[in-house]
């Protein structure tokens, strides 16, 4: 393993030296970088380099991720810097490029809602399903219930959209709702398509009839409009009536300007925008699904898939069906799973095994995260082999057409969503383009091979010939085994799965396996017992060496670290020694929060490949303070 030192001037030179270092800081896990010129940086080569355990790309900003030793290796880098790094981010560090934001904003307004709309779409390909085989008919009483909760979400998405964008541009939910109600009023949608007198505004200009039901962009330009004219008219509203006022200005400017302007305009554009996805799929056939299922992968590690959710939205609402982004991400993520299982039959090393089979199946249901990162990208080869299949399976779906009829996480539950109650061969053909892309990313993989480092165990050519050195061996050998461990819960709240978390680091499990909690109390315990090795000035996050050899990470919040300790107060220090249940810190949920940050607070094992496994003992529900949280397996 290398030096402190040696990783901070290691990962300086491949950063391009310190001339292209605008600014340096760190957070508990990561090192944080401005840079000058982003394409001096090796990305590959920091990677490879002994120590470092992951690098990103996060909007403008560049992340490399060193563990809990990251204070000492930051450091190091600062004597490297001579003295222009700093511990903090400023102000002006935080600016994104136009796309990174976009980016940010699209996935930070659809990943709230995706399980809502997976359940429901999942649900309508049942009934098409039931249908079909003939077990129930669209006349039954339950048939319509049925469906009436599966087309729910879908009929009034601008409502959910209204929420989770107005939590992404951090305004009030409920005027949000309220300029989602005004696109979704019974007498404009009834009068669309028929001779209803126009509204008219001051003689001047109609208001349009248009149908935002199951629309996306009109909602989220009002939102963002309305973010603005609140912040406007609560700047100069006196406070004595603004809390009646405030609102009353804010929505007779936002709602009219968002039925005249804002919600034509966003239809226009998502019409537009699945016109021309269409056309493009329409006009070069098989090719364009063998470039998107090629390139998926390579569009999931950049965030940027967040942006066709909108697209496949819009195809649904106009054709019914979506033809061309569904069926290429999910023959994307059934190649990974492929490849995942090659390693897992044709490597040597214990480990890579039960990592490549597990995250092989996850991905079959997918959840390509733990395939994509742990195994097939660190291969390098198997994730060749993914893209191929991918594309090969991409351009088969295209080829003959595969409609997909619902919003989901692409993978083998989906299936009954390809269900055509018309076409009994549209999910045969998707089941067709499954097996070709498993098989030639499975197949494909065993040919091309991998590189891995498999670790042999230690031998002595003399030990079996001496008594005495081998009784000494066998207490040793007992000693260094770990033995299974529990860990309990940090603090009350509710079970979140950390592929769910939105960071890529946790939800890869780059740093290690855990569990996320979302906290609905202010005390975080301690989880183990054993002694406090970090704990930053941000008081954001500790790490604790437990009694057990566990090397546990608590990290309170996403990006907390920006709030510099605001809103945290400590009750401990480095190097104290800790109980199950000793209070550790005392934050503030609520204004962390307020605040615009995500409080999920993830319990990471770090040193999770000493161990068999890391099982959570429940991956929904209530927890509370101490009751156990995961089981380590040695």
């Not at 600016?95 to 995706?114: R, Y």
Request: glycine share 10%; net charge negative.
């Amino acid at each position: 393993m290398s030096s402190n030192k040696e990783i901070a001037q290691k990962v300086l030179e491949l950063t391009g030296g310190k001339e292209n270092v605008n600014n340096a800081w760190h957070c508990v896990t990561r090192l944080r970088f401005n840079l000058n010129d982003k394409d001096k940086v090796q990305l590959d080569a920091i990677k490879d380099v002994p120590g470092v355990m992951g690098a990103q790309f996060s909007g403008d900003q560049f992340q490399v991720i060193v563990g809990n030793k990251v204070s000492d290796v930051y450091e190091e880098l600062e004597k490297e810097l001579g003295g222009s790094a700093s511990s903090e981010p400023t102000e002006s560090d935080n600016n994104e490029g136009i796309v990174s934001k976009l980016m940010d904003v699209i996935s930070g307004i659809f990943s709230p809602i995706l399980p809502a709309l997976a359940g429901t779409g999942l649900l309508k390909g049942f009934l098409a399903l039931f249908v079909a085989l003939g077990w129930m008919t669209e006349e039954t009483g339950i048939y319509q219930l049925l469906y009436i909760i599966s087309d729910t979400v879908f009929y009034f998405l601008p409502f959910l959209l209204a929420v989770s964008a107005a939590k992404k541009f951090k305004t009030s939910e409920f005027l949000a709702l309220t300029v989602a109600g005004g696109l979704m009023y019974p007498t404009l949608l009834n009068a669309v398509g028929t001779d209803a007198a126009p509204i008219n505004l001051f003689g001047l200009i109609d208001v349009p009839y248009v149908n935002y039901s199951s629309s996306v962009l009109p909602i989220i330009l009002g939102v963002w409009l309305l973010t603005y004219v609140n912040k406007w008219v609560r700047k100069w509203m006196p406070s004595v009536i603004s809390l009646m006022f405030s609102p009353l200005v804010t929505l007779v400017i936002v709602v009219p300007i968002t039925l005249v302007f804002l919600g034509p305009l966003g239809n226009y554009i998502g019409l537009g925008l699945g016109e021309v996805i269409n056309w493009l799929f329409n006009n070069t056939g098989p090719f364009a699904g063998l470039l998107l299922g090629m390139t998926m992968p390579l569009i999931i590690i950049t965030g940027m898939h967040y942006a066709f959710s909108p697209i496949v939205l819009n195809n649904i609402a106009s054709l019914g069906y979506d033809a061309t982004i569904l069926p290429a991400m999910f023959m994307s993520n059934i190649a990974q799973s492929g490849s995942a299982f090659a390693v897992a039959v044709k490597s040597k090393d214990k480990n890579m095994k039960q990592l490549a089979l597990s995250s092989g199946l996850s991905a079959l249901f997918g959840v390509t995260e733990p395939a994509m990162y742990g195994v097939n990208l660190k291969l390098k080869k198997p994730f060749y082999a993914a893209m191929a299949g991918g594309g090969i399976g991409g351009a088969f779906t295209v080829l003959f057409t595969v409609k997909g009829f619902g919003l989901g996480v692409p993978g083998l539950p989906m299936i009954p969503v390809f269900i055509d109650a018309n076409d009994s061969w549209n999910v045969i053909y998707l089941i067709i383009g499954i097996v070709i892309a498993f098989l030639v990313a499975f197949i494909l993989t065993f040919i091309l091979g991998f590189e891995e480092e498999v670790t042999e165990p230690v031998k002595s050519a003399t030990i079996d010939n001496n008594p005495e050195e081998k009784a000494t061996a066998v207490v040793e050998a007992n000693n260094e085994n770990k033995k299974p461990a529990d860990v309990f819960a940090t603090v009350t709240g509710q079970i979140v799965p950390l592929k769910d978390v939105p960071d890529e680091t946790f939800a890869g499990e780059i740093m290690g396996k855990g569990i996320a909690i979302k906290p609905t109390s202010n005390q975080f315990v301690s989880p183990v017992a054993g002694e406090i090795t970090v704990f930053p000035s941000s008081h954001h996050a500790i790490g604790i060496k437990a009694d057990s050899g566990l090397e546990v990470l608590i990290h309170i919040g996403i990006d907390t670290v920006e709030l510099k300790g605001k809103h945290f107060s400590p009750k401990m220090a480095v190097g104290d020694r800790v109980e199950v249940g000793d209070l550790l810190v005392v934050a503030d949920v609520a204004a962390i929060e307020e605040a615009g940050y995500n409080t999920a607070t993830m319990v990471i094992i770090t040193n999770t490949f000493d161990y068999l496994d890391v099982v959570p003992i429940n991956n929904e529900g209530e927890i509370f303070e101490k009751e156990q949280l995961l089981s380590v397996i040695s």
